[in-house]
């Protein structure tokens, strides 16, 4: 077989002169371009300055035809230096070529021709298929939505600054802060409190800060209230009911009514959730 004969070789300089056409155009310098316009102008006067009147050409022609000189050649070297970025600009980068066509998958394309699974196959089947993934779908944008509406409550929540129950956890809260100061005494001690919750399974916490005047609290502040939880709404709204029945039976030893008995008042003591005085 005919062997194909070698590329031939390049040019000689092919080189050089490809590494200085892509290697960048640099301007001269003020004092580069005024050298070389004295010299071109001392050539093209140089007959004039070899004359009688050499000094006073020197003195009046040089300089003027050096500045034309000189202006020319810089315009000269910076359209070059534009020539050359120009030259050297590298190409713009290829269009992106469009994406193929989508390929069913080896499980989607099987589908169809499993008996018992979508049924006998064919349009109805893929439609069945197109039917689910519509639904997953749907879900998913549904369970998104509730998602975020969960999110914006959780937030106005926290913004208002309630008590935020934690997960399994049932809350409900009592304000106690214009009761009369013997009773927000009373409750603020854990025996009472302790027989509530050996009652209703709920635990009870007073928290906040009493105001005698609303209109001196600063920002952020709560009145003094009584926190509840528990595990179900039963438990709570039953410690509820118990505190709130303990207040007002020990708001009411605080009066003193004339003709109501001691039997009816009760007696000054600790408070037994079981009876309510």
């Not at 310098?29 to 001392?42: G, I, N, V």
């Not at 000094?55 to 070059?80: F, G, I, N, S």
């Not at 214009?178 to 854990?190: F, L, T, V």
Request: hydrophobic share 40%; aromatic share 4%; glycine share 6%.
């Amino acid at each position: 077989a005919a062997v194909a004969p070698p590329p031939p070789p390049p040019p000689p300089g092919a080189g050089a002169a490809a590494a200085k056409a892509a290697a960048p155009h640099k301007l001269k310098t003020d004092f580069e371009l005024e050298e070389e316009a004295r010299r071109m102008a001392e050539k093209t006067l140089q007959s004039l300055l070899e004359g009688e009147n050499g000094d006073a050409v020197r003195e009046k022609q040089l300089p003027a035809l050096t500045a034309k000189l000189k202006e020319k050649l810089r315009k000269a070297d910076e359209e070059q230096a534009q020539q050359a970025a120009a030259a050297a600009k590298p190409p713009p980068p290829p269009k992106p070529t469009a994406p193929p066509p989508p390929v069913d998958s080896p499980l989607l394309k099987a589908l169809p021709l499993v008996p018992g699974v979508l049924g006998v196959g064919g349009k109805q089947d893929m439609s069945m298929v197109v039917k689910s993934m519509e639904q997953l779908q749907d879900k998913a944008s549904k369970t998104i939505q509730q998602t975020q509406q969960e999110a914006a409550e959780m937030a106005a929540l926290i913004a208002s600054g309630s008590t935020i129950a934690p997960m399994g956890k049932f809350m409900e809260e009592f304000e106690i802060n214009d009761y009369p100061q013997i009773a927000r005494q009373k409750i603020s001690h854990r025996e009472p409190l302790l027989a509530i919750e050996e009652m209703t399974g709920a635990k009870c916490w007073v928290k906040g800060q009493y105001f005698a005047d609303e209109r001196k609290m600063p920002d952020g502040a709560r009145k003094l209230y009584v926190e509840i939880s528990g595990p179900t709404t039963i438990s709570v709204q039953k410690a509820k009911y118990e505190v709130k029945k303990m207040m007002e039976a020990l708001a009411i030893r605080t009066l003193n009514i004339p003709g109501v008995s001691r039997a009816v008042m009760g007696t000054p003591g600790r408070y037994d959730p079981a009876v309510g005085m």
